[in-house]
Structure formats: C-alpha cells, structure tokens
C-alpha cells in the first residue's frame, strides 16, 4: 500500500513580509505540512529566513508540521538551533561534505525526524547506505534555490528507484519531490512512487487553495 499523500505548501512562495499570514493560509487550506526552505547563500545562490523565523511562526499560532529544508553548507551547525525553533523535520543535503550520518543521528536525538536530500545531477546511489536512517527523502525536481521554476521529468527514474528500494527492503521513509510541482506534475511523481509533494509556486497562485489541496489528497 502506497502511502497517503501529503501536500506540503512552500513558504518561500508566500508574503515574506507577513509570513504567518501566508502559514496560516496554508493550515486554511487544508494540509498539515508546512514547508520552509533554508538558504545560505553558499550551498545556493539564494537566501531566505531562518530559525528565528520558525519561532516567530509557532508564537504566532502555527500547529502545522514544519518540514525544513535545509540548503546549508554546513548544516550541521544549525540543526540544533532550528530543532529548538519547532522544526519537526530536519532535511540535509548529501552534497556538501560533512558528517551525514552524525548529524541525522544528532537530528533524532533533538527529537526531530530526518530527511536526505538529493539535487538532479546526484544519483540515488550515493544515499542508498543512508535509507534505514531517514524518515524521508527528498528528491529535488529543480536546482534548489529559486522557486518558479520547470519541473524536471528526468527525475522520474530515481523516483521510481528509490521506491524500488524502498519496497524490496520493506523501509518506511516518505519520498517527497520539491520544485515545479502541480496537480499535473505531481500526478506523474506519484505514479513513480512519491508521496509527499512541496507546492509553493501552484499552491499561492491557486484560485481555490482549498479544492487545490483537496485534488492533492485524492492523488
Ligand atoms: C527551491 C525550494 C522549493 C521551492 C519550490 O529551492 O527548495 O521548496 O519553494 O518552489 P516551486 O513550487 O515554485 O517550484
Ligand atoms: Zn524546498
């Protein structure tokens, strides 16, 4: 049995001027995640908000599950402070070097789930020692950095890879696809075994959020 999908609003696509405003559109929408990408401006060209802006988001009422992505070179040295901030879930690059498998260990022990977190142009391989210690994995469908951008369907194989994997080892963790994903797009990665899909473009452009979140839950 698949599992259920999950649709996770990005709030990079939402006001950066009143934040909790856009999170809260989102919960009013429907979905339960709420996704927040982190930028450093090293390990992407691009930078966004950070920890104190989670804090900021649950004094303002957010319950949502912040499921936080973090584009860091060096994220080792932040997943404390953004486990302290109510993140629920911590993912992490695999391309910078650093050391992986300490810091999803250390991400547990802050009482956070983990996540892997693959660009296009790296193969699946390279996680595969990783997949008993994730909860999830995030397969990038862009270059992170930028929202608005095309979908890549060429990362449809490592999809339906990873789902392969995940089958034949009877492995739990949710694999989720983040950048130029609509109903059309999303459609596609769940027919290759996604189940959990980052929206921000479609999602705040959306005329009816809640229909748009709903024809999600149906995927
Ligand atoms: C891109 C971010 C994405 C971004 C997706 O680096 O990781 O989460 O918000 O934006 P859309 O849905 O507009 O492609
Ligand atoms: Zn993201």
């Not at 966004?48 to 988001?57: N, S, V």
């Not at 992986?100 to 660009?119: D, E, F, K, P, S």
């Not at 997949?131 to 951008?149: A, E, H, I």
């Not at 890879?161 to 995940?166: E, F, P, S, Y």
Request: hydrophobic residues 45%; neutral net charge; aromatic residues 8%.
């Amino acid at each position: 049995m698949p599992l259920a999908p999950i649709l996770a609003p990005s709030l990079l696509a939402g006001d950066h001027a009143h934040l909790a405003a856009s999170a809260r559109t989102a919960a009013d929408a429907g979905p339960a995640w709420l996704h927040c990408d982190i930028m450093d401006g090293h390990f992407v060209p691009n930078l966004t908000f950070g920890p104190e802006t989670l804090a900021a988001l649950r004094r303002a009422g957010s319950k949502q599950f912040l499921d936080t992505h973090l584009m860091l070179a060096e994220p080792q040295k932040y997943v404390e402070a953004f486990a302290k901030a109510g993140a629920n879930l911590l993912s992490i690059h695999l391309e910078p070097a650093y050391d992986h498998r300490g810091t999803l260990a250390r991400i547990r022990q802050l009482g956070c789930q983990c996540g892997i977190v693959l660009n296009p142009g790296t193969p699946a391989a390279g996680i595969e020692r990783l997949l008993d210690l994730v909860d999830l994995v995030l397969v990038m469908t862009v270059q992170p950095g930028f929202g608005g951008q095309p979908f890549r369907r060429d990362m449809l194989p490592k999809l339906r890879q990873l789902d392969g994997w995940r089958r034949d080892r009877g492995l739990k963790f949710r694999l989720e696809v983040d950048g130029g994903i609509d109903l059309a797009t999303a459609r596609e990665c769940r027919a290759a075994g996604a189940d959990t899909f980052v929206a921000g473009t479609s999602f705040f452009k959306a005329a009816d959020q809640t229909a748009f979140a709903a024809a999600f839950a149906a995927l």
